[in-house]
């Protein structure tokens, strides 16, 4: 298991971030109607923004859907995530400018939120991209025994191509999480295998479907 140069444990909610709870159905990834983001844990500038929608989007987007912001290179050795509340909600005047605001200036990548449990394959993700960058965090589900992976490709000019998912066990619901965490520490490794994070377990991966 990485010990890495943070400690990746959970850290308590500062600002604005908060634990979301909106709408979760068995079966997504991230909670519906959800914004979340990526920092450099060194500098607290932003590098990835998620917006996720439920089942009223804004005009110009679908239902159900992760939308990941690449706002700058993935290369920072510690990313923090937390997650925001939506100042405006879903069917106000406010909500489509506040959702198109916090995914934009950067390289979008649209996933689907849905998954099942068959759609968490076992064993290593084979990478099709030319920069990847694996990362390890406590599993909010578990955090004092297991850890979960983020893999994040990008293309030679850096633009965001795939997010790949890694799980210690099989989630039966399909979920990442059971519950988001208001902020979690993930270290970069100097591998992109899982086994990296842990190699006396059978990783689990989930790439997202794009949309």
Request: hydrophobic share 35%; net charge negative; charged share 15%.
């Amino acid at each position: 298991m990485s010990t890495g140069s943070g400690t990746g444990e959970l850290q308590p909610t500062e600002g604005t971030a908060s634990v979301i709870g909106t709408e979760q159905t068995d079966q997504t990834q991230i909670p519906i109607d959800s914004k979340l983001r990526f920092l450099d844990a060194k500098t607290s500038d932003p590098i990835i923004h998620v917006a996720v929608t439920g089942s009223t989007p804004p005009s110009g987007y679908a239902p159900k859907v992760e939308y990941w912001s690449r706002l700058d290179a993935v290369k920072a050795d510690i990313m923090v995530l937390e997650s925001i509340v939506f100042t405006n909600r879903p069917g106000t005047p406010g909500y489509p400018n506040e959702f198109t605001s916090w995914i934009a200036g950067g390289n979008v990548l649209a996933t689907a939120q849905e998954a099942s449990q068959q759609q968490w394959i076992l064993g290593t993700y084979q990478l099709t991209a030319p920069i990847n960058a694996l990362y390890w965090a406590p599993d909010p589900d578990a955090p004092s025994t297991d850890r979960i992976g983020l893999l994040v490709e990008c293309g030679a000019a850096s633009e965001l191509l795939n997010v790949v998912w890694y799980k210690m066990k099989q989630p039966t619901n399909g979920l990442i999480f059971q519950k988001v965490p208001s902020k979690l520490t993930f270290t970069k490794l100097p591998s992109t295998d899982p086994r990296a994070i842990n190699p006396q377990t059978s990783w689990y991966h989930y790439h997202g479907t794009m949309r």
